[in-house]
């Protein structure tokens, strides 16, 4: 995770400010709203009062059927039902008491007819017409209707789909309720429907509708309920006590509105000119999220569902805010319930606009919310310019840092930082120390090897002077191994001087080369076939291209691949395979030597070509075995050291790698070619 979005997450948190504020907006709103709902509430209960005082005719305590508005385009009697589409989400069910679901009943009125429309769930098919004597054991309907103390039955029935006369089951000389009535019946696969209608003068205060299905002759009449619809009379007494501006609708104990009065009042042009959509938007989901059942309290429903509603028809009064769909306003709606003798007959829904609430809420957190947002930017941006110059200056830093040390110690350039009074100046100041010490460090590794072989000169000649003139004396004979084993650590101690030595005239020869234009491909094939009987019985494969100039010094790069190759067999063993390869490249060429054999250590693999530098171990030297014909020499970790010198005099580099199969180890040497060097007065 970088710098800056770290410091940018720190800045978030400066989120927490405006949340607080929002919290204590909503808790301001809550309190608000609580204030308006208790005085609307107070206001619907005076209301209600107001209506008991009149003695208005509340609606029956139970269950009733309610009769709808005819819909405008009036009801055509056809068995279809396609007229009463608006209705059919209210129809009411009218089965037996064991499957209510079975049958539906819908009805509604205009000024001249009630309509009734029943469905009836039932696929099995005993039809009859009324007048048939087995009328009373297949299926049918039966209708009571009361008006008064009088009652009437029929019975529905049809032999098949049309228009069919019904059965009046009860004395008809009284016109108070129709002495006969017809409809039309409709079937399909799942049941049938019937449709008919009656005059309005002749509507009856309740209604009953039994079902009988002759595959089940369970004969239960039921009892009929009273008819319940609009009353203009109760809307009139409602709407003289009603304040001015808010809606009153009264409702049944189902929920049924049996009368309103009132309509909302309109947002005025100042609010509604400043309550943009943003903002009506920012308070319904930020503020009041809970707005969202518009719904249940539109005009259009001829009945509400809603909690609130069913809360009040319990006898507990309760409070709603809604959205109004008419000019984006919010609503409050209280309802509180209307007794009568210690009864439930119903509930009084009282809703008035409260414009005023959200505009106040609405500027107060989008007050809130502009300065945090405006803070927070400022904030942000300051933090993320401050990041962005404070990881530019710790990338130079790193940078300098990679260079200098991927000179071996010598710095390039100088540290960057260095005058800086801050933490990253004292880093810089640090690591230019670190540097200078391990540059230092460096050029005494370098130079060791020749002060040693130096230095070593004198006492390895007296050594060995004081070892000659003992070959002269009379030595004991138990003195002879002695004498022999110190001769044999004289010798080799020499030829770690003249490997010092050697490793020392290598880098003064390296750097006084002198390049010139050769084929590399000849030279590396030369080398190639002069090491093949070296390595018996173990495997050369080469891979060479056709002539590959290359301005250089062709002796250089074939003592680098002197020490390659030896390096290579030293770790192949007898059965094992060395590969020499030479590849061009676009800026110059590469050689590969690959040997099969132990894998580098990945700690080393950077280090290898440094000086002084081994991974050579008796382990290893066990693995591999002795090399026919090579005394054991010493192994200062020179020969890799001189490689990468001649590589670099070459403008190239020396690395190391595992192949990738895990076979054996991969030394590669890439070079580009010695600089040109101008000819003294050359034109």
């Given amino acids: 995770m970088s710098l800056r979005f770290k410091l940018l997450m720190i800045a978030l948190s400066t989120l927490a400010l405006p949340f607080a504020g929002w919290l204590f907006v909503r808790q301001m709103e809550e309190l608000l709203r609580q204030g308006q709902e208790q005085t609307l509430i107070a206001s619907a209960r005076a209301l209600a009062r107001s209506l008991g005082a009149l003695n208005a005719q509340l ?183 009603a304040p001015e501006g808010m809606r009153a609708r009264l409702l049944s104990g189902e929920g049924w509105v049996v009368a309103e009065t009132g309509t909302l009042a309109g947002a005025t042009a100042e609010s509604a000119s400043r309550r943009r959509w943003l903002e009506s938007l920012v308070y319904r989901h930020l503020i009041a999220p809970g707005l969202t059942r518009a719904e249940d309290f539109s005009t259009a429903l001829p009945r509400l569902s809603s909690p609130e509603i069913w809360q009040a028809l319990s006898g507990v009064a309760s409070t709603a805010w809604h959205p109004s769909t008419a000019d984006d306003q919010v609503v409050l709606a209280a309802a509180v319930p209307m007794k009568s003798e210690g009864e439930v007959r119903g509930a009084l829904l009282l809703e008035q606009t409260g414009d005023a609430l959200p505009l106040l809420t609405n500027r107060a957190l989008l007050g809130l919310v502009g300065a945090s947002l405006l803070a927070l930017a400022v904030a942000g941006s300051m933090l993320f310019v401050f990041a962005s110059a404070l990881s530019l200056r710790i990338r130079r830093l790193r940078n300098a840092a990679e260079r200098a040390l991927h000179g071996n110690g010598k710095m390039d350039i100088p540290l960057p930082l260095l005058d800086a009074h801050d933490e990253l100046g004292d880093l810089a100041r640090s690591f230019a120390r670190l540097l200078d010490e391990v540059g230092a460090y460096t050029d005494y590794l370098r130079t060791l090897a020749s002060k040693l072989s130096h230095e070593l000169q004198t006492p390895l000649a007296i050594v060995k002077s004081s070892l000659d003139n003992l070959d002269h004396q009379a030595m004991p004979t138990a003195a002879q191994p002695y004498l022999v084993r110190a001769r044999g650590g004289a010798e080799r101690l020499g030829a770690i001087v003249r490997a010092m030595s050697e490793a020392s005239r290598m880098e003064r020869a390296i750097a006084a080369a002198e390049g010139e234009d050769f084929d590399l491909a000849a030279v590396v094939r030369g080398c190639a076939e002069a090491y093949r009987p070296l390595i018996a019985p173990r495997r050369l494969d080469s891979e060479l291209p056709g002539p590959l100039l290359m301005h250089g010094a062709p002796e250089l790069i074939a003592q680098a691949l002197d020490k390659l190759f030896d390096n290579a067999r030293s770790f192949t063993p007898e059965d094992g395979w060395i590969r020499i390869s030479l590849t061009a490249r676009d800026d110059g060429a590469e050689i590969a030597v690959a040997n099969s054999g132990p894998l580098l250590p990945p700690a080393m693999q950077d280090r290898l070509f440094d000086s002084l530098v081994s991974v050579r171990s008796s382990a290893a030297a066990k693995s591999v075995g002795p090399t026919p014909g090579r005394a054991d020499a010493p192994h200062l970790g020179l020969g890799l050291y001189v490689v990468r010198l001649i590589a670099e005099a070459h403008r190239g580099d020396a690395s190391a790698r595992n192949l990738d199969d895990g076979s054996g180890v991969e030394f590669r040497l890439r070079l580009r070619g010695m600089p040109r060097r101008p000819l003294l007065g050359g034109a």
């Fill in 59 to 241: 609606p029956p305590v139970g269950a009733a059927i309610y009769v709808h508005d005819a819909p405008a385009g009036g009801i055509t009697i056809d068995g279809y039902g396609n007229d009463w589409g608006a209705l059919s989400a209210y129809a009411q069910n009218a089965g037996p008491p064991n499957d209510a679901h079975k049958a539906t009943l819908l009805l509604c009125a205009d000024r001249h007819w009630l309509y009734l429309f029943a469905d009836v769930h039932d696929a099995t098919r005993t039809r009859v017409d009324a007048s048939d004597p087995q009328a009373a054991v297949s299926d049918h309907l039966t209708l009571s209707l009361e008006r008064g103390a009088l009652t009437r039955r029929y019975l529905l029935a049809s032999a098949a789909p049309g228009r069919f006369d019904a059965l009046t089951l009860t004395d008809a000389s009284d016109n108070a309720l129709p002495t006969t009535l017809d409809g039309v019946w409709q079937e399909d696969g799942s049941g049938y429907r019937v449709e008919l209608r009656l005059p309005r003068a002749q509507m009856p205060d309740k209604l009953g509708l039994s079902v009988f299905d002759a595959a089940l002759p369970a004969a239960e009449i039921s009892e009929p309920l009273p008819l319940l619809m609009p009353s203009p009379e109760l809307s009139a007494e409602l709407g003289q006590f």
